[in-house]
């Protein structure tokens, strides 16, 4: 059995995968790290960060419970990536994540669009290489920059609004931010799929994938959890 420690800007969780798939995930608790106490010669464990402050509390707190020193992904683990980014050491582990489920599950002609804290466009292009993409804020970083920068606007809690047009402030942001988004989307892949010569795969993944994709007028598929599947994907290049 494999875990992998998925930490984001908003939250840390924890997933078991067997087999490539994954059988169970949670939010990270330390209590959950004493059932490994007994099997932890047959269990990996991986952690893939955007936080490293974080990584290193958790690290600490993996190696007092079990003894296992985890795998903390980098970019020099995912051997044999064709980049056209100009220094893919800026690029996010999350995003790394994402490009590795890209290409594990579809070689080439692919876009994945992670919907989470930051909404982040990564394109696998017809040579099977990430060609770069796009990062924007997500539902929950909008609300707080407009609260933040403007005087009178509120500090909306997250919730889905299903109006377009809001018929208070209230509703009139959360349209807005949403429809926003999902606008971007459209747009995005609409100008990938012209410069491609080949139907190409969108992948939409992250908390906010299956309300966001109500609203988007393109072919997709959600797996909302592409970044501990790459992360996988990943730490199996390292061990094997």
């Known amino acids: ?17 067997a087999g490539g798939k994954i059988i169970e995930s949670s939010l990270f608790e330390e209590s959950f790290l004493d059932e ?28 007092k419970h079990t003894g296992i020193e985890p795998l903390i992904i980098k970019h020099e683990h995912y051997k ?12 996010g582990i999350d995003r790394l994540c994402n490009i590795a489920y890209a290409i594990k599950n579809y070689q080439k002609n692919v876009v994945v669009i992670d919907l989470g804290s930051a909404v982040t466009f990564d ?14 804020p997500g539902i ?35 349209s807005g931010v949403q429809n926003g988004i999902a606008g ?13 010569t080949t139907k190409i795969h969108v992948v939409m993944s992250g908390g906010d994938a299956e309300f966001i ?11 909302t959890h592409t970044v501990p599947l790459g992360a996988y994907i990943i730490s199996q290049m390292v061990r094997h």
């Not at 932890?40 to 955007?50: G, L, M």
């Not at 394109?123 to 924007?136: P, R, S």
């Not at 994709?213 to 797996?223: A, P, Y």
């Open 123 to 136: 394109v696998i292009n017809g040579k099977g290489e990430f060609d770069g993409g796009m990062i924007l």
């Open 140 to 174: 929950k970083l909008q609300y707080k920059s407009l609260a933040g920068s403007t005087a009178l606007l509120p500090d909306l809690a997250y919730k889905i609004n299903e109006l377009f047009i809001g018929r208070s402030t209230e509703e009139c942001i959360r």
């Open 1 to 17: 059995m494999s875990i992998i420690i998925d930490i984001g800007n908003t939250s840390t969780k924890l997933y078991k995968i």
């Open 213 to 223: 994709g109500k609203l988007v007028d393109f072919d997709h598929k959600i797996e």
């Open 184 to 196: 971007v989307c459209n747009d995005f892949v609409k100008e990938i799929t012209d410069r491609f």
């Open 36 to 63: 490994l106490t007994d099997k932890s010669k047959n269990t990996d464990i991986a952690i893939a960060s955007v936080v490293p402050k974080i990584t290193a509390e958790i690290t600490e707190i993996i190696k």
């Open 80 to 91: 044999h990536l064709k980049s056209k980014y100009y220094n893919i050491k800026e690029l």
